[in-house]
């Protein structure tokens, strides 16, 4: 016996299992007869492989019960690869438990978003125009055009600053 005979074996064993022919306890006896039939011609266990096969065999009802309310109705449910995947995109990450309220809000860390392209010149213009008019109410308040205040360094005679009177 061979790797190719045997899983051509399993595949015939599968076969009768989804037919229906063979229960839980018949299929128990005939893969521990084919696993020892393996052995005894070969002299090692059979591969990973096939033994997740005869494996799944006997599991073959639990695998194969698309029951959505099997979580809550088996005491030991097995779930098949495709429902896992299934289970795992529907739920929501330890994340995202831990950083919203019983409320819905969010309470994490706030993340500040890059600007974009388009915001960035906007905010530039905008900076722009108010230093524009800062310039303008500075410069008429140096010239005297405008009423305010000068803050003068005695010791040295500098201007430090000034404050002009909004009106």
Do not use: W
């Not at 306890?25 to 393996?38: G, P, S, V």
């Not at 009802?61 to 979580?71: A, I, V």
């Amino acid at each position: 016996m061979d790797k190719t005979l045997l899983h051509e074996m399993i595949t015939e064993l599968q076969q009768r299992t989804k037919a229906g022919e063979l229960d839980r306890i018949e299929r128990i006896e005939e893969i521990t007869a084919l696993a020892d039939a393996y052995f005894d011609a070969v002299g090692e266990h059979p591969d990973s492989i096939a033994l997740e096969r005869m494996a799944n065999l006997i599991i073959y009802e639990e695998l194969s019960d698309t029951n959505k309310n099997k979580m809550k109705n088996d005491e030991y449910p097995i779930m098949s690869e495709r429902m896992e995947k299934t289970r795992r995109s529907g739920e929501t990450s330890e994340k995202m438990a831990e950083e919203y309220d019983e409320f819905g809000k969010n309470q994490g860390k706030p993340a500040r978003r890059r600007l974009s392209t388009y915001e960035g010149i906007q905010m530039d213009r905008c900076a722009k125009a108010r230093n524009k008019e800062r310039r303008k109410k500075y410069l008429d308040f140096v010239k005297g055009k405008t009423p305010g205040q000068f803050t003068v360094n005695i010791t040295t005679g500098e201007k430090i600053g000034y404050a002009p009177i909004n009106r």
